[in-house]
C-alpha cells in the first residue's frame, strides 16, 4: 500500500475508506489481495446494479473481442451500436411507450449533465437553471453549478442557477412546491430548464414524491423549459422500474443515463432526448470517446438478460421491502438512529453526525461489507446489486448489527470524533 500512497494524488478517497487492495470480484463479492471476501454493498456508486463481472455479459465481452469487434469508433456506426440502440428501444422505450432519440455523449455521468443542459439552453435560448437542493449532478463545470450541498432551506441564486429547497429542506411541504413555483415565476429571462434527481443518491437518499415530479414536469411545461430528469445513479432498476421517474407518470423532455447501463462497470453515457428538443447541428457537441463498444455489447446482454419480459423490478421491491424492514428492526433498537429510507435497493441509513457514520462504515468494512455514507456525511448509504440473494442480505444485516453494537460502545465511551452531539 505504501507505493500506491506515495504515488497517487491527495484527491484518492476510496481507497482511504476501504483500505484493502482489491484483487478480484464476482456477483455480491469484492475479494482483496489475501482472499477475504467483502460483500460489496456500494456497487461502484451504482455502476453494478447486476453485480460484478456477470457471466453472461463477461462471456459477451470476451467473444467481441476474439472476433476483432470494433472497440475504438467516436460516434461511427458498429454492429454493437445498433445492437444495443435497437434493444434498448424495444426492451425498455416501446414497452413504455416513450418515444427517445438517444445521444452518446463522453463516457462520464457528469459528460450526459453537461450536453444535457448544454442542449436546454440552446433550445430554449435561455441560461437559468433551476435545480434542487442536495442534488449531484458531477464535477465538470456545468454539472458542478448546478450541484448543490443539501440542506439549503431558502433560495439561492448562483449565477445562472436557482436552487430550490427538496422537499425535505422545506419546513412544510408545501413550501417546496411554493418554491418551485417562485423560482420559475421570478427568472425574468426565463428558465432553461429544471434538473433533478428523482432520489438524490450523493444528497442523501432523498427521495422527491411522485407529487413533486409532477408538479415539476407542468411548472416546466407551462413555461416552455425542459425537465432533465439525472437517472445516473437511480436508474436502470436501482429503485425498481427501470427509470427512477416511473410511478409518477413524467415523461422528462431529457433523462441522463450512465453508471448501470453498460451492465457491466464499463463507462457508458447516454442522453435520451425528446425527438423534439433534439435541436443539435452534426458535431456541434463532440468528443472522441463517445459511445464504448465493449460497453454496447455488455449494455445490450444485459438488457436482453434482464429486462427483456418485464425485469427484475417485482424481485427488487420484495426484497428491497424485506431488507428495509431489517433495517427499521436495527434502527428501532438503537436510539441514536433515525428511520431508514430510500426506494428500491436505494436505501440510506441515517446517523446523527458524519464522525457517527464514518465510524459504521469503517466496523463494516472489517466485519466485511463496504458501505458509503452521503448526504453531509451523516446517511449510510446501501446499495446492494440488484442480483442480490436473500442469504447476502440477511448476512449484510448482520453485518450491520455488529458494526452498530460496536460504534454504540463507542459513543457511550465518549470515544467518538469531536464534533459529535
Ligand atoms: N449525476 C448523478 C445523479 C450522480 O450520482 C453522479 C455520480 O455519482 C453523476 C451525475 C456524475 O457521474 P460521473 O461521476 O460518472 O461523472
Redesign the pocket.
Same mark, same amino acid.
Given at each position: 500500500m505504501d507505493i500506491l500512497d506515495d504515488l497517487e494524488s491527495e484527491v484518492r478517497y476510496y481507497c482511504r475508506r476501504w483500505p484493502a487492495v482489491f484483487a478480484q470480484a464476482q456477483g455480491s463479492y469484492l475479494c482483496d489481495e489475501h482472499g477475504t471476501r467483502y460483500l460489496d454493498f456500494f456497487t461502484g456508486?451504482g455502476s453494478l446494479n447486476y453485480g460484478h463481472n456477470p457471466p453472461l455479459l463477461i462471456e459477451a465481452i470476451i467473444a467481441y473481442l476474439r472476433d476483432n469487434g470494433v472497440l475504438n469508433s467516436l460516434d461511427m456506426t458498429t454492429t454493437a451500436k445498433r445492437q444495443f440502440m435497437l434493444a434498448f428501444k424495444s426492451i425498455i422505450l416501446e414497452p413504455r411507450t416513450l418515444n427517445y432519440r438517444m445521444q452518446f455523449v463522453g463516457p !462520464?455521468? !457528469?459528460d450526459a449533465?453537461e450536453a444535457a443542459l448544454r442542449l436546454a439552453r440552446k433550445v430554449t435560448g435561455r441560461a437559468r437553471v433551476v435545480s434542487v437542493s442536495g442534488g449531484?449532478?458531477?464535477?465538470t463545470l456545468r #454539472?458542478e453549478q448546478v450541484s448543490s450541498p443539501s440542506g439549503s432551506r431558502h433560495l439561492q441564486r448562483r449565477s445562472d442557477v436557482t436552487f430550490v429547497p427538496h422537499e425535505m429542506d422545506a419546513s412544510l411541504p408545501d413550501l417546496a412546491f411554493d418554491a418551485l413555483q417562485e423560482a420559475f415565476s421570478d427568472a425574468g429571462t426565463g428558465v432553461a430548464a429544471l434538473i433533478i @434527481?428523482t432520489v438524490q443518491? @450523493?444528497g442523501g437518499v432523498r427521495v422527491s414524491s411522485d407529487q413533486y415530479l409532477r408538479f415539476a414536469q407542468k411548472m416546466c411545461r407551462s413555461h416552455n423549459a425542459l425537465l432533465i430528469v439525472?437517472d445516473?445513479?437511480a436508474g436502470c432498476g436501482r429503485t425498481g422500474t427501470f427509470f427512477s421517474f416511473e410511478s409518477s407518470g413524467i415523461k422528462p423532455d431529457i433523462v441522463c443515463m #450512465?453508471k448501470s447501463l453498460s451492465g457491466a462497470g464499463l463507462p457508458l453515457s447516454m442522453l435520451l432526448i425528446n425527438p423534439a428538443m433534439d435541436q443539435w447541428e452534426p458535431g456541434e457537441h463532440t468528443g472522441t470517446f463517445r459511445g464504448n463498444n465493449l460497453a454496447f455489447v455488455a449494455g445490450r446482454v444485459a438488457l436482453e438478460h434482464w429486462w427483456s419480459g418485464g425485469g427484475p423490478t417485482g424481485r427488487t421491491d420484495t426484497l428491497s421491502a424485506a431488507f428495509l424492514n431489517g433495517l427499521t428492526e436495527i434502527a428501532e433498537s438503537c436510539d441514536w438512529l433515525g428511520s431508514p429510507r430510500g426506494k428500491g435497493f436505494m436505501l440510506g441509513l441515517p446517523c446523527p453526525d458524519a464522525p457517527t457514520a464514518d465510524l459504521v462504515l469503517a466496523a463494516a468494512f472489517n466485519h466485511g461489507l463496504l458501505v458509503e455514507t452521503c448526504g453531509r456525511g451523516e446517511i449510510v448509504k446501501l446499495m446492494p446489486p440488484l442480483t442480490v440473494t436473500e442469504a447476502e442480505l440477511a448476512q449484510a444485516l448482520d453485518i450491520l448489527r455488529l458494526a452498530l453494537a460496536e460504534v454504540c460502545g463507542k459513543r457511550t465511551s465518549g470515544r467518538l470524533m469531536p464534533n459529535s452531539p
Amino acid at each position: 500500500m505504501d507505493i500506491l500512497d506515495d504515488l497517487e494524488s491527495e484527491v484518492r478517497y476510496y481507497c482511504r475508506r476501504w483500505p484493502a487492495v482489491f484483487a478480484q470480484a464476482q456477483g455480491s463479492y469484492l475479494c482483496d489481495e489475501h482472499g477475504t471476501r467483502y460483500l460489496d454493498f456500494f456497487t461502484g456508486a451504482g455502476s453494478l446494479n447486476y453485480g460484478h463481472n456477470p457471466p453472461l455479459l463477461i462471456e459477451a465481452i470476451i467473444a467481441y473481442l476474439r472476433d476483432n469487434g470494433v472497440l475504438n469508433s467516436l460516434d461511427m456506426t458498429t454492429t454493437a451500436k445498433r445492437q444495443f440502440m435497437l434493444a434498448f428501444k424495444s426492451i425498455i422505450l416501446e414497452p413504455r411507450t416513450l418515444n427517445y432519440r438517444m445521444q452518446f455523449v463522453g463516457p !462520464t455521468g !457528469t459528460d450526459a449533465v453537461e450536453a444535457a443542459l448544454r442542449l436546454a439552453r440552446k433550445v430554449t435560448g435561455r441560461a437559468r437553471v433551476v435545480s434542487v437542493s442536495g442534488g449531484y449532478h458531477g464535477m465538470t463545470l456545468r #454539472s458542478e453549478q448546478v450541484s448543490s450541498p443539501s440542506g439549503s432551506r431558502h433560495l439561492q441564486r448562483r449565477s445562472d442557477v436557482t436552487f430550490v429547497p427538496h422537499e425535505m429542506d422545506a419546513s412544510l411541504p408545501d413550501l417546496a412546491f411554493d418554491a418551485l413555483q417562485e423560482a420559475f415565476s421570478d427568472a425574468g429571462t426565463g428558465v432553461a430548464a429544471l434538473i433533478i @434527481e428523482t432520489v438524490q443518491g @450523493e444528497g442523501g437518499v432523498r427521495v422527491s414524491s411522485d407529487q413533486y415530479l409532477r408538479f415539476a414536469q407542468k411548472m416546466c411545461r407551462s413555461h416552455n423549459a425542459l425537465l432533465i430528469v439525472d437517472d445516473i445513479q437511480a436508474g436502470c432498476g436501482r429503485t425498481g422500474t427501470f427509470f427512477s421517474f416511473e410511478s409518477s407518470g413524467i415523461k422528462p423532455d431529457i433523462v441522463c443515463m #450512465s453508471k448501470s447501463l453498460s451492465g457491466a462497470g464499463l463507462p457508458l453515457s447516454m442522453l435520451l432526448i425528446n425527438p423534439a428538443m433534439d435541436q443539435w447541428e452534426p458535431g456541434e457537441h463532440t468528443g472522441t470517446f463517445r459511445g464504448n463498444n465493449l460497453a454496447f455489447v455488455a449494455g445490450r446482454v444485459a438488457l436482453e438478460h434482464w429486462w427483456s419480459g418485464g425485469g427484475p423490478t417485482g424481485r427488487t421491491d420484495t426484497l428491497s421491502a424485506a431488507f428495509l424492514n431489517g433495517l427499521t428492526e436495527i434502527a428501532e433498537s438503537c436510539d441514536w438512529l433515525g428511520s431508514p429510507r430510500g426506494k428500491g435497493f436505494m436505501l440510506g441509513l441515517p446517523c446523527p453526525d458524519a464522525p457517527t457514520a464514518d465510524l459504521v462504515l469503517a466496523a463494516a468494512f472489517n466485519h466485511g461489507l463496504l458501505v458509503e455514507t452521503c448526504g453531509r456525511g451523516e446517511i449510510v448509504k446501501l446499495m446492494p446489486p440488484l442480483t442480490v440473494t436473500e442469504a447476502e442480505l440477511a448476512q449484510a444485516l448482520d453485518i450491520l448489527r455488529l458494526a452498530l453494537a460496536e460504534v454504540c460502545g463507542k459513543r457511550t465511551s465518549g470515544r467518538l470524533m469531536p464534533n459529535s452531539p
